[in-house]
Structures are given as C-alpha cells and as structure tokens.
C-alpha cells in the first residue's frame, strides 16, 4: 500500500491488486452523525444528489451511460460517520472513472427539479426500510441503545427534515464536509500511474479545515426493554449491549465472540436456537465497531410464543463463554483469518476496508486485523464477556 497527500489535502491511498479491474473510492468524513436536528438524512440525500448532474454530463442518464457502457458499475452509501461513492472499471478506462467521480464532486449542479427528485426517492426509501421488520428492528435497537451519541439516528434521517431541506441548505453542508483535507481517495488495481492521474483529476480546492467532533455514550445502568407490535407473522427479536469503538483493544476480543457465537451455522446461537430446536430461521450475532461507537447484539426470528425460550437460550450461551476452551477461541480465529482474506479478494470490498481503517487511524491497519484476532485468549473472552455483557438493550418487534 501507498499513500500520498495532494497539496489541497486529498488523501490518496494505492494498493496494487492484479487483474482486469480498477476501483476508484472516495469517502468523505461526514455522516448521518454529523448532522444538527435541522439536517436529519441531507448526508443520505447528498449521496442520492451527486449522481444527478453536471455542467458536462447534466442528467443522471448520461452519468450512468458513461461507465454502463464500458461494462463497469457504480454506486455510494451513507454511514453513521462516512459517505462513499465509487466506479469499478477495466482498468483502461481508470482515467474516465476518475474523470467521471472528480466531475460529480466538483460540478454538480444541484438543479431544484433533481432535488425535488431525489427527495421523493430517498422518502421511498425510508418507507421500504420501515415497512420492512428485519430492517426497521435495528434501526428501533440503535435509537434505544444510543441515548447521548448521534448514532441512535437513522442515516436516512427526519422524513420532515427532509421534506423541507432548501437548495442553500444542502449547497452550505456539501460546501462544509466535501473538502480535500475531510477526503479520501482510494485506487485499488494494477494502475502503474495512479499518482499522475490522481493529481490530474482531483484538483479541488481545499477549503477550510474541520475539526471531527467527538461523542461518547455513558454506560449502561440497568436494562432496558422496548416492544412495538406489528402485523406480521414473525416477532423480531435483538439484545444487545453497549461496547467500543474499533480503535479500543476490546473490539478484537469481541471479534472472536462473535466466532465462536455467531458464525455461519455452526455459531453456538444458530446450533442451540435453530440447529437443535428450530425455534427460528433467522438468528445469529452481530459486531458492530466504528470510529466513535460499538455494540454487539444477538437476534432471532421467531415465533411469539417462543420469545421467553430463546431470550433464556441466548442468555445461556452468553454465559457459556465463561467455559470457552482454547480450542473454541482457535476455530473462531481461523473463521474470522478466512471469513476476512477472501472477502478482501474482492477489489470494491478491499477499497472500502483499506478507507474504513484509515478513517478509524491508518489504512495500513487492514494487515493487522487478523494478528490482533490471533492474540486473543480465552481469558481475554471471559474477561470482555463478563465486562461488557450485562444490562442489555433489548427490542422486540412483536408479531400477531
């Protein structure tokens, strides 16, 4: 891996991977967290928008075409605390896909009919993630977990808000956090003149600087239970508990519980929940560690009446871990060593992982992910398991 920084600020980041293809990724450092009340989803809106048109490509067709029709693909997404556009190519047509991203970034014309536009696709969508369960029940956990940190908001923000974003309130927050020093460029492919070509394009101006704001959620006092009823067959059930941020050395240790718990079917929560007693299709763990927040949390699908079983069940084997073996912690190493390489195979998926360590401190990370993996003990799991699992936050989204 390389790395440079533009004098505006830019940072590019280069990893050689050989093949046909190329991905060029720009993350900026802004997400839904950043967001005053008044601004609840302009950073999901703002994703949608810089698709839409440009002084040299001015509608969303042309966009599209430009990289359709050389078999390449694109898309962005919208985090608690990132936003990430990228184009995978033939790695010939690199200087087109940068010429395609630079030229959103720095010329769109955020025209009232594209705004009014995307405003009403980004409101569809928020009604699928609502209307569906085994999306909206993690949207109802992280709005009851987090009380003090903004990642208790939904990325795709206020419904209201949205409505009602002018065109000079969206310009002033994409003027704000869409600066070089607040980005980073990732090039994952075999471009021997990735440095020239990053220089040619991205020559924005650097703007001011920013100061990333920090926010803490304080410690769990005591459990907390929140039910909705819905009209639906199944009842969708999560508990989970407050944690760390991924930089902490306890997310490591987490990582391998949610080995040992979580993994494919052979995680100790699919064996006794649906292995053993086909209480529920769907159940499994989930570990979730950013730049500014963590948590992990067991969920399952199931049938209403059998909510007190599996919440007795997933509360067993939590405290199971106090017996984990050095055999049970070696599986779950080499599930996550595997689970994690062959995932980063894949160019996008390396693309993303190498800008997600480099927002949480330095890209370079990404090669030690799997060394801090293998230090685990099992005395490091019953030491986390005993820390951090205790009074949960529980949802229940119940069925009929």
């Known amino acids: 891996m390389q790395k440079i920084i533009l004098p505006n600020g830019l940072t590019v980041i280069y990893e050689r991977q050989q093949g046909n293809a190329a991905i060029i990724q720009l993350m900026v450092k802004v997400g839904s967290n950043h967001e005053s009340p008044k601004e ?19 509608d969303n067709q042309i966009i599209s075409n430009e990289i359709e029709k050389l078999g390449g693909d694109f898309n962005a997404y919208t985090t608690n605390e990132r936003t990430s556009y990228y184009v995978k190519v033939l790695k010939k047509h690199t200087p087109k896909a940068m010429d395609i991203l630079q030229d959103i970034f720095q010329n769109s014309l955020f025209k009232p ?24 029940q993690w949207l109802l956990f992280q709005k009851t977990m987090f009380k003090s940190h903004p990642a208790g908001y939904p990325t795709y923000g206020d ?20 600066i070089p020093k607040n980005m980073v460029l990732c090039i994952v492919g075999d471009i021997p003149n990735w440095k020239s070509l990053a220089q040619k394009y991205f020559t924005f101006s650097p703007g001011k600087s920013i100061q990333q704001p920090k926010w803490k959620e304080p410690v769990k006092r005591k459990a907390v239970l929140k039910t909705e ?9 999560i508990q989970g508990y407050l944690s760390v941020p991924q930089n902490h050395s306890d997310a490591y240790v987490l990582e391998v519980i ?18 053993k007693r086909a209480l529920a299709y769907d159940v499994g763990t989930q570990h979730v560690a950013e730049r500014t927040f963590g948590y992990f949390a067991v969920y399952a699908t199931i049938a209403k009446n059998n909510l007190s079983l599996v919440r007795k069940l997933m509360n067993k084997e939590l405290t199971k871990l106090q017996e984990v073996t050095l055999q049970d ?16 195979e894949d160019g996008q998926k390396r693309a993303d992982q190498l800008l997600f360590w480099e927002q949480i401190k330095e890209a370079n990370l990404l090669n030690n992910y799997v060394k801090k993996v293998k230090k685990v003990t ?8 005993k820390k951090y699992f205790k009074n949960p936050t529980t949802i229940v989204v119940a069925g009929k």
């Open 113 to 136: 009919e594209h705004i009014a536009k995307e405003k009403t696709i980004v409101l569809k969508e928020t009604d699928l993630v609502n209307d569906e369960p085994s999306y909206y």
């Open 329 to 344: 912690v070696k599986e779950s190493q080499t599930f996550l060593e595997g689970n994690y390489l062959l995932e980063l």
């Open 229 to 237: 009823k819905r009209k639906t067959v199944n009842t969708y059930l």
């Open 378 to 385: 099992p005395a490091d799991v019953k030491r986390i398991a």
């Open 159 to 178: 419904k209201k808000v949205v409505k009602n974003l002018s065109r000079e309130e969206i310009l002033a927050y994409f003027n704000n956090w869409y």
């Open 40 to 58: 609840r989803g302009i950073s999901h809106l703002l994703e949608h928008l810089l698709f839409e048109g440009t002084k040299k490509r001015p």
């Open 258 to 275: 949610h080995g040992i718990l979580g993994r494919g079917q052979s995680g100790r929560m699919f064996t006794e929940i649906r292995g």
